[in-house]
């Protein structure tokens, strides 16, 4: 069974960088199948689509954050790692790693990111 | 972008009512549509793809609807465990992922 797990640091200083890693297990990150992908949740509010990526390394980004997104793939390790720039308290948010095939599917069980001094 | 807009945004229904959520595209998106239900504390859960087929492991009370820009989530008979928050999701253009702002289904 498919399983993603995310990791980092739970709390960044504003306008520093924000580094995730979700780590797959059960199954491989270089399947043709899939892309692997990044949603966040800010509290209380709704599902934001980060970025997604192939495992050859093609990425696509919500243009809405495409300046500050860095996503890349190790398939060695068979984990894939987002990077968020000059973050501030809108950041804010439970960041969860996913399996993509359109529809998102399984999901990792997230990891809460706090943008504070 | 593709911008889903979800209707209305908390409903209100008694154990064992029907409840009925819908989902709105800005532009056509086919049938590729998703559902998710999202509990307190959890990740989203997967309930419908293809606007219309369930999941694996996704009661048959649950049911999806439609296609184009216009597109129903039906639990026909509400149990407790059902009482959560759903989103719908396009993939029509599935580089660029959009979800709904997102239902809340409450006990009334």
């Known amino acids: 069974q498919l399983q993603l797990q995310e990791s980092g640091p739970g709390l960044v200083k504003p306008s520093e960088t924000l580094s995730l890693t979700c780590t797959v297990s059960?199954?491989?990150?270089?399947?043709?199948?899939?892309?692997w992908g990044w949603i966040r949740q800010p509290p209380g509010k709704g599902l934001e689509w980060i970025g997604s990526?192939?495992?050859?390394?093609?990425?696509y980004y919500n243009p809405s954050l495409k300046s500050r997104v860095t996503i890349s793939v190790d398939t060695s390790k068979n984990q894939f790692s987002l990077k968020l720039s000059s973050v501030t308290a809108a950041d804010t948010a439970v960041y969860y790693c996913?399996?993509?095939?359109?529809?998102?599917?399984?999901w990792g069980q997230g990891t809460l990111v706090t943008v504070s001094s | 972008e593709i911008v889903m807009t979800q209707s209305p945004a908390t409903l209100s229904v008694s154990p064992g009512e029907r409840a009925t959520l819908s989902c709105r595209a800005s532009?056509?998106?086919?049938?590729?549509l998703a559902w998710y239900q999202q509990k307190p504390g959890q990740a989203p859960r997967l309930l419908i793809y293809?606007?219309?087929t369930r999941a694996t492991g996704i009661p048959a009370r649950f049911s999806g609807s439609g296609s184009g820009t216009e597109f129903t989530l039906t639990i026909s008979s509400l149990q407790s465990e059902d009482f959560a928050v759903y989103y719908c999701?396009?993939?029509?253009?599935?580089?660029?992922?959009?979800f709904g702002g997102g239902t809340k289904v409450e006990i009334k």
């Open positions: 996913a399996r993509l095939t359109g529809t998102v599917h399984p």
């Open positions: 059960g199954g491989s990150i270089s399947s043709s199948s899939y892309y």
């Open positions: 990526i192939y495992y050859s390394g093609s990425t």
């Open positions: 532009q056509s998106v086919s049938s590729n």
């Open positions: 293809g606007a219309s």
């Open positions: 999701q396009q993939y029509n253009n599935w580089l660029a992922l959009t």
